[in-house]
């Protein structure tokens, strides 16, 4: 019996080692890709400012600052451009804005005001790339873009609140 027994516990290990011989393998590469397309959001706060006709700004223009703030992916080349307006004067482009903010109501009366893209209040800044500021750094993070504005002097008008809607556009 003990002989049947080796014999035995022989078949099961040879049994064992030749279907180990016959395994095989096969394998694959996998290649994943994640693609990130240049993108950006804008955002932009406008200016608020008191404007005194009579007194102040009889002959001192109303200088104030607006800003765009854009978050663009790295790597992409934004360019930010401001629209004529919502109440652009007779004669007003897109290089060439005549900017107004208006009284509203029925009849308005309106007040003239400028954009411009260097404290120096020289460029105007328009609606095209050729009258936009350098290109944005494309950093991933918010980069704020100062907007200098002038309401100039000697501009008359009714006490009352003017305003105006301002496109800013991010092409990237």
């Given amino acids: 019996m003990r002989k049947s027994t ?8 040879s049994a064992c080692s030749a279907a180990g011989a016959f395994a095989a393998t096969a394998t694959a590469t996998m ?10 959001s804008i955002a932009t706060i406008g ?8 007194v102040t700004n009889a002959t001192t223009n109303q200088d104030v600052t607006a800003s765009v703030t854009t978050t663009c992916t790295p790597g992409a080349a934004p360019v930010i451009t401001l629209g004529q307006g919502a109440n652009a004067n007779a004669g007003s482009t897109d290089s060439v804005p005549l900017r107004r903010v208006s009284s509203g109501g029925g009849t ?11 404290s120096g209040r020289t460029t105007t800044w328009g609606n095209t790339v050729a009258t936009a500021p350098a290109t944005v750094n494309a950093t991933g993070t ?17 006490a009352t609140t003017y305003t105006d809607t301002v496109v800013a556009t991010v092409t990237f």
């Fill in 6 to 13: 080796q014999g035995f516990i022989l078949l099961v290990v």
């Fill in 31 to 40: 290649t994943n890709t994640v693609t990130i397309a240049n993108n950006c």
């Fill in 47 to 54: 200016f608020t400012t008191t404007y005194d006709p009579i």
């Fill in 108 to 118: 308005p009366t309106y007040l003239t005001y400028s954009l411009f893209s260097d």
């Fill in 142 to 158: 918010a980069t704020p873009v100062t907007i200098y504005a002038r309401v100039p002097s000697g501009q008359t008008g009714i």
